[in-house]
């Protein structure tokens, strides 16, 4: 019996065996089955994904093609647009610029009428007076035999036409001037009292009527005074550097071939000038003491150093401040009614000059300066407010008016 149970025990046993492995090897199957069935369904799924991303890739690659031509397209279109803001800048600067010169345009128009009938009044005007000077004093000339009444410091083209006008030609009339004949002169041009004595016609018109050979004479002892001259504080310049000195009011254009002869040539050697080189260059040229400080030519070189030479340039801007002047306190004035401000001690020609140009022509204007008119005025005739103060314009002015 025991033996029987233990047969079947073992026969039992055996069979669950069996049955274990056939299970197993039936799930061996089954999943090996299964992962082939689905590896082959993933393969395929693989590939379609492959595909795909190999597509994403084109697509992609296609797409940042397409964005860097946007960017360059992007980048050309800003670059249209600087240019176009530049185009546009430089059309309204050229408009600026237009409007500006039809204005000035406009500004030269109306002066250069003003300056017309301002002639032809004042030639009107001379002839009517012509009658008052005495020829027998002086002399007459024709205008064949005129000399170039230029070359006399203070006599500008303007005052050589009036003179012209009244058949004075020569440096041997202007020689032969009495006292009499140039208060009849000064009045028949209409030119600022005093200032024909002042700026020395008459001596200067004897010293030009020598002959060439007294003149060459003189500039070549002129030249043997050039040791005189400190180069090393002035500069030194080349005759092929010249520049028109006689843009320096004052200086005429015998001055001018003196100045030559010494090797001054430039703005900028006069600007650099000190009181000692002054002393020495008016003795060198034999030139009348105090002149260049009356004449303040070291302020005007120093100026046309800084417009290049441009006189009208340095004028102009001073024109252009006209605006900070109160004439609603110092009243109005016009050319016609002008005084010869170089009468006041310390306004030289040039100062005189851009004081018309602000609008100042007489005494009584200076004589209602304020402190803040002197101040004002001071900056823009680029000098010291000490100096109009120390120099007393405002009461000189006053007893001027009162004269």
């Known amino acids: 019996m025991t033996t029987l149970i233990f047969l079947i025990a073992e026969t039992k046993g055996g069979a669950i065996i069996e049955i274990l492995l056939l299970l197993l090897v039936a799930a061996i199957i089954g999943y090996i ?3 082939l069935y689905f590896k082959s369904i ?3 799924r693989k590939e379609i ?3 795909e991303r190999h597509e994403f890739n084109n697509r992609i690659i296609n797409l940042n093609a397409e964005i860097s031509k946007l960017n360059n397209s992007i980048s050309e279109k800003d670059m249209e647009i600087v240019h176009l803001k530049m185009g546009a800048k430089a059309l309204n600067a050229l408009q600026k610029e237009a409007v500006h010169e039809t204005d000035d345009m406009k500004l030269k128009n109306k002066r250069t009428e003003q300056l017309l009938y301002n002639k ?4 009107n005007q001379l002839l009517q007076r012509k009658h008052l000077l005495d020829y027998k004093s002086f002399g007459t000339a024709t205008e064949a035999e005129k000399d170039d009444l230029k070359m006399i410091s203070g006599i500008s083209t303007l005052i050589e036409e009036r003179l012209h006008a009244l058949d004075i030609f020569t440096f041997r009339q202007i020689s032969k001037f009495s006292p009499h004949d140039i208060e009849t002169i000064n009045d028949a041009i209409i ?6 004595e002042k700026d020395e016609w008459v001596a200067q018109a004897r010293e030009l009527l020598n002959s060439d050979e007294m003149q060459m004479e003189l500039l070549k002892k002129i030249r043997e005074r050039k040791a005189r001259i400190h180069y090393n504080r002035i500069g030194i310049a080349k005759i092929e550097e010249a520049e028109d000195l006689t843009i320096i009011s004052g200086v005429g254009g015998w001055i001018k071939k003196k100045l030559n002869a010494l090797d001054i040539y430039t703005f900028k050697q006069i600007s650099n000038f000190t009181e000692d080189d002054v002393q020495t260059i008016t003795e060198a040229i034999e030139y009348f003491p105090g002149r260049i400080e009356r004449d303040e030519w070291i302020l005007q070189a120093s100026e046309l150093v800084l417009k290049e030479g441009k006189k009208s340039e340095v004028l102009k801007s001073i024109e252009g401040m006209k605006e900070r002047i109160y004439f609603d306190r110092l009243g109005l004035a016009y050319l016609h009614q002008a005084n010869n401000l170089t009468l006041i001690n310390g306004i030289g020609i040039w100062s005189e000059e851009r004081l018309n140009m602000l609008g100042i022509y007489t005494f009584e204007q200076i004589s209602k300066l304020s402190p803040l008119d002197v101040e004002t005025i001071a900056e823009i005739l680029n000098i010291s407010s000490d100096r109009i103060d120390k120099d007393n314009w405002i009461n ?3 007893e001027l008016v009162k004269n």
């Open 42 to 44: 993933y393969k395929k």
């Open 49 to 51: 994904l492959e595909f």
């Open 396 to 398: 000189q002015a006053s």
């Open 191 to 196: 030119y600022f009292s005093g200032r024909i």
């Open 120 to 123: 032809d009044e004042a030639l």
């Open 33 to 35: 089955t299964s992962w």
